[in-house]
């Protein structure tokens, strides 16, 4: 995952292969990664059922939990809404616990929900919280191979889009990829080099990529249409967006922690197996 080229500078790998069906994914294309789910209180994308089925380890953080149990049934109108909701049971609610409905909270608990009610803390929000969960929880494997993958972290209130971009700032050394039904957006720490191995399938063309802790001073890519070449960015100069991938992988080397965004197509496979 993680392997040393030119001047001992290590490469992170990425790939979205989390949104394909672990059938589609081919040995030379497969990361070999481990995924949890974390599930915030914004609308599910409708993919999740897929982000499930790949999770190890799936949290709700606190209305994370309404989310589930009200969007997963919707997903699939053809079939019985309770047994859906049997399936698609949270190994963990995480949180404040102010806004999970009591009735979801005896439900989820009645079928095995760890319950972890944190409402004592209230100087972080409810993906830090989960985030340092499951941090402690997978401190015995190799932080390169797990990721976290979040659903619900746009739309909706900008102080909570704007604590769940500083979480992944926060947790630079984990692998974190927020996710709505639109585009994804991850990290790319400047400890690294990076690649991004585009899925043509289920995402792109449209990209972006722009610091928001502190100015890049130089900045390189290959793989985008408007490359950049030691450029410069900053909020308030230029900032790369509205880019657009041009080649099945993107490089980017940077002296600045960016964030990566890339847009989501919307395949049939993408469509449901529950
Ligand atoms: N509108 C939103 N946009 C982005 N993320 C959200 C939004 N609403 C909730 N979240 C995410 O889901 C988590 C759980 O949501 P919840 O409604 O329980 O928030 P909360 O922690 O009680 O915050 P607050 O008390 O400020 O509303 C939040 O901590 C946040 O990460
Ligand atoms: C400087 C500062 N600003 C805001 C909060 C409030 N706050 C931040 S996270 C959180 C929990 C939300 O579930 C709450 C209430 C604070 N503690 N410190």
Not at 40 to 61: E, V
Request: charged residues 20%.
């Amino acid at each position: 995952m993680v392997s040393r080229l030119v001047q001992n500078t290590k490469v992170m790998k990425h790939a979205a292969t989390f949104l394909l069906p672990s059938s589609a994914v081919s040995a030379t294309n497969r990361l070999a990664q481990t995924y949890a789910l974390v599930v915030l209180n914004q609308q599910i994308p409708k993919f999740t059922p897929l982000l499930w089925s790949h999770a190890k380890l799936r949290i709700c953080a606190d209305g994370g939990a309404n989310r589930i149990f009200d969007g997963v049934p919707k997903l699939f109108p053809d079939q019985n809404q309770l047994n859906i909701q049997h399936r698609y049971v949270p190994n963990v609610i995480k949180g404040d616990m102010d806004s999970i409905r009591p009735e979801v909270h005896q439900f989820y608990a009645e079928l095995g929900s760890e319950i972890i009610d944190n409402s004592e803390n209230q100087d972080t929000n409810d993906l830090h919280k989960c985030i340092s969960f499951i941090r402690e929880q997978t401190s015995a494997f190799d932080h390169s191979n797990f990721c976290t993958l979040v659903t619900g972290a746009l739309g909706g209130r900008f102080d909570h889009e704007a604590a769940n971009l500083n979480a992944l700032y926060v947790f630079s050394d984990m692998r974190i990829v927020l996710l709505s039904d639109d585009c994804q957006i991850r990290l790319l720490p400047k400890t690294h080099q990076h690649e991004i191995h585009i899925q043509s399938t289920i995402e792109g063309p449209h990209c972006g990529l722009f610091p928001i802790g502190g100015p890049s001073v130089s900045t390189t890519t290959t793989g985008l249409t408007w490359d950049l070449c030691n450029s410069e960015m900053k909020f308030g100069s230029m900032i790369s967006t509205s880019n657009k991938v041009r080649e099945e992988k993107v490089t980017v080397c940077s002296d600045a922690d960016l964030l990566w965004t890339i847009s989501l197509k919307t395949p049939i496979h993408m469509g449901l197996t529950c």
